[in-house]
């Protein structure tokens, strides 16, 4: 796994977005890699790599990951 800036080897650090959450938020939200890609301000390319474990997000795009989580989680919460 790589650091998408840096490109050095790293692991997952705790509270980190894994491969398999960001898959599962895009295709709860019925969005292509492509819908997310712009959602997030990177190119699909980028998606891509995070969903296949070959890179982790950086500061910013972690964040808006969170805050995108976070915030259809409580949609999500509210039509139950």
């Known amino acids: 796994i ?4 840096t490109r050095m080897p790293c692991a997952y650090p705790v ?14 939200q019925a969005w292509s890699q492509a819908k997310l890609a ?3 301000g990177v190119n699909q390319a980028t998606v891509s790599r995070l ?9 910013p795009v972690q964040k808006l990951l969170e805050r995108m989580m976070v915030e259809a989680n409580m949609r999500r919460a509210r039509a139950i």
């Open 38 to 40: 712009a959602e997030l």
């Open 2 to 5: 790589f650091h998408l800036t």
């Open 51 to 59: 969903e296949n474990g070959h890179g982790v997000p950086d500061g």
């Open 15 to 28: 509270g980190m977005i894994t491969p398999e959450a960001i898959i599962e938020f895009r295709q709860r």
